[in-house]
């Protein structure tokens, strides 16, 4: 049974090997692919160097078109019975593909498994893992939806479903991961931690601004609300991402104003999507945050947004104390 682990590569000559190794040195029967999203830094030239080493790396250069067209050309280039994924700024644990082949079957679909985010700079790290039998709601409110690279997919149910990466500057893991779970697929889960999400910046979880951030949000929420089959667990991840959006207002590289923040806020709190999401009562700090928000109070939300934001960039042990 043959792995194809796909890695979107953009002026990443830093961090790549790191990347790349913990798949060669660790990892048998695999190819790794390797696409070029267009990098205007020495990234070629590391590519180069590590195709000298491993006689297992396939690699392509495409022009600059975000990581979702970079993984779908992956995809089509890709021979292994499976397909994991893998950002060039992380890496697999010593043992992830021995634990990962030993729970992969003809008749799995989709495997699903634990991950470390890691705060490099500041020394913390967070575990996402379930130990429980897979159902949507649970792994969802876990945060073990969100993303591609915890995952092991079956090659032919993605071509036989048609399921590739849409072209989203945000979200576009959850959407494919839902575009795979509205398909019916096999789905098994192991609580091994076999990933290594690795964040080396000063403002640990405050994304880049996205202006589409929002509508995007929204197109998930739409998607998770018909695969969850409680509302409230839509409505909780809803909430959570609208706050990211109001939070990111306050991101480095927002160059908004006060006044047009305040005008984004309002767009926010007011949408009838927000609205029906904020109609049901949370749960503890959560049931705080949904009436702030369904106040509709734009300087109220405004100044919550700041504080967040505030608290992300300074006190991550406060703010991971509190985040689920």
Avoid at 40 to 53: G, R
Avoid at 201 to 226: D, Q
Wanted: charged residues 25%; aromatic residues 12%.
């Amino acid at each position: 049974m043959l792995l194809s682990v796909i890695i979107p590569a953009y002026n990443c000559k830093d961090t790549l090997s790191a990347a790349v190794f913990s798949v060669a040195e660790n990892f048998k029967d695999t190819e790794i692919i390797i696409i070029d999203d267009g990098s205007t830094d020495e990234t070629p030239d590391v590519i180069d160097s590590l195709k000298k080493q491993f006689s297992c790396i396939v690699s392509e250069r495409i022009k600059n078109s975000g990581p979702a067209n970079a993984r779908n050309f992956g995809i089509s280039k890709a021979s292994g019975d499976f397909l994991m994924f893998l950002d060039s700024d992380d890496t697999f644990s010593e043992n992830a593909y021995e634990m990962v082949m030993q729970n992969l079957t003809d008749n799995t679909d989709l495997l699903i498994f634990g991950f470390r985010q890691n705060f490099l700079s500041r020394a913390e790290d967070k575990i996402y893992s379930l130990d429980s039998p897979f159902s949507v709601d649970e792994y969802y409110r876990n945060n073990l939806l969100n993303q591609v690279w915890n995952k092991a997919y079956k090659k032919d149910f993605l071509l036989k479903n048609n399921i590739l990466f849409k072209d989203y500057r945000y979200g576009e893991d959850r959407i494919f991961n839902a575009d795979v779970l509205k398909n019916y697929p096999v789905v098994k889960t192991i609580s091994d931690v076999l990933y290594n999400y690795n964040i080396d910046k000063s403002v640990s979880l405050i994304s880049g601004y996205i202006p589409e951030k929002f509508n995007a949000c929204k197109e998930i929420n739409r998607y998770y609300s018909h695969l969850c089959k409680d509302k409230s667990t839509a409505d909780y991840m809803f909430l959570k991402n609208i706050v990211s959006c109001m939070t990111v207002l306050f991101a480095d590289n927002c160059n908004l104003n006060n006044k047009e923040k305040k005008q984004q806020i309002k767009t926010i709190v007011t949408d009838d999507a927000v609205k029906q999401a904020m109609s049901e009562k949370q749960n503890g700090v959560n049931e705080i945050i949904r009436k702030i928000i369904k106040s509709e109070n734009v300087n109220l939300n405004f100044f919550f947004a700041f504080a967040t934001a505030f608290i992300q960039k300074n006190m991550l042990p406060l703010f991971l104390k509190f985040r689920k």
